[in-house]
């Protein structure tokens, strides 16, 4: 049964960025809920793919060096521990992981024909379609098969899971492995990371539903990663039942006392995470309130989806943060959706006009802080929400 937790209010589209801003932006009720019998947590709303995830699709996984580090990393792994003839990427954006590979040992699946067209330029197959069995099949007529399946922060995106895992045991070789990395939920009730909900993470994945999940289709975790990722994130390591020739890792099970001992499995853990998200909210706005009182200017850094949330559960607008930031050429000189926000170009001497950042991109905070550092010396505070509405002391 799906039991409600927590309301985040009107949301837009979170990567829904306006040229012009419109008080009339579309919103959607962003709710959330947990299966007591499944343990998946899911937000209510589903809005069809097609609108977000078109030929204006803004998101790409190159734009941070953090990201581009840890996909060069996990492909010189998976070459080492699987050595695949065939590796398959769903949502392979602009190509982060692929390009690690040889042109002809990969496949991109990429529905942002924006994307698809940076990878398909330098020659690496790409289909620039959704991922679903009818995709599934087409591949399998030309591949055979595929030996490793990847997915990165794409699955939790997708609303019919069951679809999903139907068209990956349809193609995946009988020894093959699907490696699944999505934001941790127990992160993220650790972290009251409340921003990890938008209308593109429709499920906030846990080892306890993703095993659930899976024995559906008659496969199974062998080994998991705790990343650093996306604010924390799981990598899961997925087989079919019946391979026995790779071995479980203990990992797993520690995995699983960790979410149990956390009470993932429990509706109570939830209601708890609510009451701390709204004190989260009580706080941040006390805080960016006495900025504002002091006639001190605020920059957002990072455009992301999570500080859409932010903004819109907290009703933040421009008179507490003046402005964002970002680096991503599809956000520049846009509005933060749903607020009258402007997004700056980022620029070297940009933040000295401000006082304070507000990290929007808390999960790069080390690699922001480094950056900047020279800002900082010079005065410059950073405010984050994770775990709890802060200043930072970094000097
Ligand atoms: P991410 O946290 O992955 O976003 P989302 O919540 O949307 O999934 O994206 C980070 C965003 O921050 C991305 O738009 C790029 C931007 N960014 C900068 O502009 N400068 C930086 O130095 C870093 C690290 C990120």
Known sequence: MN?????????PLANNFLTKFSPKQPTYNLKLYFNTKTKMVSISK?????????????????????????????????KKRFNPNLLLEI?????????????????????CKNLAKITKKIDYKTFDKYWDFKLAKKIKREFKSVDVIYSANTITHISNLD????????????NGVVIIEDPSLLQCLKKNSYDQFYNEHIYLFSTLSVRNLLSKFSLEIFDIKNLKTHGGSLRYYIKRKKNKKIKISINLKKQINRELKAGLDNFSTYKNFTNRVTKSKQRILKILNNIKERN???IG????????????YCNINSDLIQNFTDTTPEKINRYMPGKNIKILQYKKNLLKNFDYVFLGAWNF???????ESKFIKKGLKFITHIPTPKILKLK
């Open 163 to 174: 679809n999903v895992f139907k068209s990956i045991c349809h193609i995946l070789a009988e």
């Open 91 to 111: 949502g392979s954006n602009d190509g982060a992981l692929i390009k690690n590979f040889d042109k002809n040992k990969v496949i991109g699946v990429e529905p």
């Open 296 to 298: 001190k200017k605020v």
């Open 365 to 371: 905070k080390k690699e922001i802080v480094n950056k």
């Open 3 to 11: 039991k409600f937790f927590l309301n985040l209010g009107k949301q």
């Open 46 to 78: 589903r809005i069809p793919s097609s609108i977000m995830f078109n030929s204006k699709y803004p998101y790409r996984s190159s734009m941070s060096i953090t990201m581009r580090n840890s996909f060069k990393k996990l492909s010189d792994e998976i």
């Open 301 to 312: 850094y990072g455009a992301t989806a999570k500080a859409v949330t932010v903004l819109n």
